[in-house]
Structures are given as structure tokens and as C-alpha cells.
């Protein structure tokens, strides 16, 4: 069935470091993808997006990259910060339904 | 701006009580979500609504849940009767155009604890 898996749980970075969020969807169908920042107590908070015919998009302090081919997804995340520390799901869309992915926990560390 | 306002924020009931969660979505939105969220099973899909009408609710569990909007500012998802497996984090998000278009705004949620 479709799927949206990401490669790791927990990735710790140090503070002013980049750090790199990996997603795998499984249906190559899928034309929308988007980022979602979730902390704790609070529902999941959109960051980006990126749809099927572009390969990359920016925003501030963060970048998605979109790889069709292998079907992977990325977030950057540049200078992290303390206030970055949360959990970060990837969606996949196809034919007007998101599926989320798991999850991965960023903690940054001062 | 007001975003998506859920309630309660947290429920504690007996299994076998009704239970209902209430939404208002952002106003000017036409599409409005609900999710459950559970460690064993992550944020999952019940049901969304496109102009207060049901779409797909082939994510709710079996016929003890069922969702309504009466109108474009509010929502409620019911169960009846309730039971423990249920206890989770129920959200309710709202979009301006469907998800294959745009990102959705979700609430803060229900924790939901069935004793």
C-alpha cells in the first residue's frame, strides 16, 4: 500500500549547524509534497512545500529538495536553531489525499 | 489571526460515554480535516469535508465515530460509545483549496484519555 517512511527517528544537531531531514514516499504518483514542524503539545505547523514539477524550493532558512527518481524527499534546515527542536513530518499527496510520513525528532544542542 | 480553534483541549472520560470534539475552522476556508494522531499508528486521516459536505471518511474507524459540519465555522467529531483503544490526539485542520493545492492549518487538539 502507499507509504510514507522516514529513513531516521531522531537526528541531533548542534546549534548553528545545518541540518538535513530525509522522507522516502512510495507512490510515484504523488504531485504535492509538503513539510509540517509539530512541538510538543501543539498540532503539526506548516514549512514548505514543493510541488511534482520543481526539484527544489527555498524559504527562509529552509529548503526542499524533491528527488522523483528515487522518490525522496529532503528539508534543510540552515543555522538550527534552539527553537527548531521538534518533530518534523513529511506529506505526500495524491489524488486529493495527504498521507503523513512518521516523523523525525530534531533536538538541537546548545 | 485566529487559527484553528479546537475543544476541549483535553477530555477524560469513562469507555462507553459519548464523546464530542468540536472545531472551528479559519474562516474563509472551504476544506476542513480530521486527524487522529497515536504513537502506534502516527497522524492518520478520518475525514474532510469540501463546503460543509463530506468527502471521504474512509478513514473513520467503524460506525461508532461520525463527523459533521453544519455549517462553514463549525465541525464535530462523536464517538459513541467510547472506548480505550480511542484514547489519542484528535486534530481538526482547515485549507482554502483541497489538498492536492495547499498546505492545511491544523488546531492545537483534543487529547483524548478513555478510561
Known amino acids: 500500500g502507499e507509504s510514507v517512511g522516514l529513513h531516521l527517528p531522531t537526528l541531533s544537531v548542534q546549534e548553528g549547524d545545518n541540518s538535513i531531514i530525509n522522507c522516502a514516499y512510495s507512490?510515484?504518483?504523488?504531485?504535492?509534497f509538503i513539510w509540517y514542524k509539530q512541538e510538543s503539545g501543539k498540532g503539526p505547523q506548516f514549512i514548505i512545500d514543493?510541488?511534482?514539477?520543481?526539484d527544489k524550493r527555498q524559504g527562509q532558512r529552509v529548503t526542499v529538495l524533491l528527488n522523483k527518481t528515487v522518490k525522496h524527499l529532503s528539508l534543510q534546515i540552515a543555522a538550527t536553531q534552539p527553537g527548531d527542536s521538534a518533530v518534523y513530518f513529511c506529506?505526500?499527496?495524491?489524488?486529493?489525499?495527504?498521507?503523513f510520513g512518521d516523523g523525525t525528532t530534531l533536538t538541537v544542542k546548545p | 489571526d485566529a487559527g484553528v480553534i479546537q475543544s476541549p483541549r483535553h477530555e477524560v472520560t469513562e469507555m462507553g460515554q459519548e464523546v464530542t470534539l468540536r472545531c472551528k475552522p479559519i474562516?474563509?476556508?472551504?476544506?476542513l480535516f480530521w486527524y487522529r494522531q497515536t504513537m502506534m499508528r502516527g497522524l492518520e486521516l478520518l475525514i474532510y469535508?469540501?463546503?460543509?459536505?463530506?468527502?471521504?471518511d474512509s478513514g473513520m474507524p467503524e460506525d461508532r465515530f461520525s463527523a459533521k459540519m453544519p455549517n462553514a465555522s463549525f465541525s464535530t467529531l462523536k464517538i459513541q460509545p467510547s472506548e480505550p483503544r480511542d484514547s489519542a490526539v484528535y486534530f481538526c485542520?482547515?485549507?482554502?483549496?483541497?489538498?492536492?493545492?495547499?498546505?492545511?492549518?491544523f488546531g492545537d487538539g483534543t487529547r483524548l484519555s478513555i478510561l
Open positions: 485542520a482547515s485549507s482554502f483549496g483541497g489538498p492536492s493545492n495547499q498546505p492545511q492549518h
Open positions: 507512490n510515484s504518483a504523488s504531485d504535492y
Open positions: 514543493i510541488r511534482s514539477n520543481m
Open positions: 506529506a505526500e499527496t495524491n489524488a486529493g489525499k495527504s498521507t
Open positions: 474562516s474563509g476556508h472551504d476544506y
Open positions: 469535508f469540501n463546503n460543509n459536505v463530506p468527502i471521504d
